[in-house]
C-alpha cells in the first residue's frame, strides 16, 4: 500500500479498518517521500483535530532529524500528541516564555445586580494536558546524540551538551529559525485550511486587497514559508497532501 502510494502518478487510496496500521502507514508514507525528497513539502490533514495529531506523532524519531513537522491550529484544540508540534508552542519557547502555558478565555455570568444588569466575568483557564516536551527539544537532543566522540574533544563535548540542555536566548532562537526554516511537514484539519479568504488573490479579483484578512493558517502558513519563497504572500502549495479518514469528509 504504502509503495503503491508512494508511486501513484496522481491520486491513491488506501482503505482499512480500525487498528490495521493507518497512521503508522501514514508515517512510513512521510518517511520514505520525505528520504528521496528532504525539502519537498507535505501537508498532513483529517477532518479531526484528533486524527491529524495521531499520525503526525508517529514521525516522532530518536535519532534523524530529517522530518521537521509543524502543527497549524488552535492549541486550545490540540491533543497533547499535536502540541507538542505547535508552531506558536515552539515560538514561545524560544522567546523565553512558558510555552505549556496556553490558555482559554471563557466568560461567566455572575448574578445580577439590583438593576438586574449582566456582569461578566472572564476567566483563564489551562484547558490541555501538555506534552513532556516539545519536537523542537527532541530535534536537540537528537543533535546531542549524534555527537562524534571519536573526533570531538571530550571538554567541546560537554560545552557543547551544556549549551544543548540549557540554551541562552540566541540559541533558542537559532534553533528555532533554523527548525521553521527547514520544515517538510504541516499538519492542519481541512476546515482550517478550506476557510475563506485564505489566498490573497481572492481579495485581489474583488478589488478589495485592503480589506484582506487571513485566516490563523494563512498566517502561519506565511511565516513559515514567506522568507524561504521570497514572498511575503506565498501562494499555497504542497508536493504531496495525505488526507486521513478521508470518507468523513464533508463536500
Known amino acids: 500500500a504504502i509503495a503503491k502510494a508512494l508511486l501513484a502518478p496522481d491520486l491513491a487510496l488506501i482503505q482499512g479498518p480500525p487498528g490495521t496500521g493507518k497512521s503508522t502507514a501514514i508515517a512510513e508514507m512521510i518517511w520514505q517521500h520525505t528520504r528521496k525528497f528532504p525539502k519537498k513539502k507535505i501537508l498532513l490533514t483529517s477532518e479531526t483535530n484528533l486524527a491529524v495529531d495521531n499520525a503526525i506523532d508517529r514521525v516522532v524519531n ?35 516564555k512558558d510555552w505549556r502555558q496556553k ?4 466568560r461567566y455570568d455572575d448574578d445580577a445586580d439590583e438593576d438586574d444588569d449582566e456582569i461578566m466575568t472572564t476567566i483563564e483557564e489551562t484547558i490541555y494536558e501538555a506534552p513532556e516536551k516539545l519536537i523542537l527539544l527532541n530535534w536537540m537532543d537528537n543533535i546531542g546524540r549524534r555527537i562524534d566522540q571519536q573526533k570531538m574533544p571530550s571538554e567541546a563535548q560537554e560545552l557543547w551538551m551544556e549549551l544543548l540542555k540549557s540554551p541562552t536566548s540566541e540559541l533558542k532562537d537559532l534553533f528555532f529559525e533554523n527548525y521553521v526554516a527547514n520544515c517538510n511537514v504541516i499538519g492542519a484539519t481541512c ?27 494563512y498566517s502561519t502558513y506565511r511565516q513559515i514559508f514567506g522568507k524561504k519563497d521570497g514572498d511575503y504572500n506565498p501562494k499555497i502549495r504542497f508536493d504531496m497532501v495525505i488526507q486521513d479518514e478521508s470518507s468523513k469528509a464533508t463536500p
Open 191 to 217: 476546515s482550517s485550511i478550506g476557510q475563506k479568504n485564505i489566498i490573497l488573490s481572492e481579495s485581489i479579483s474583488s478589488g478589495k486587497r485592503n480589506h484582506f484578512i487571513p485566516t490563523k493558517f
Open 103 to 106: 490558555t482559554s478565555t471563557k
Open 62 to 96: 530518536n535519532q534523524h532529524n530529517l522530518i521537521k513537522p509543524i502543527r497549524i491550529g488552535d492549541d486550545s484544540r490540540l491533543e497533547s500528541e499535536g502540541l507538542q508540534f505547535s508552531y506558536s508552542a515552539m515560538y514561545r519557547w524560544a522567546k523565553g
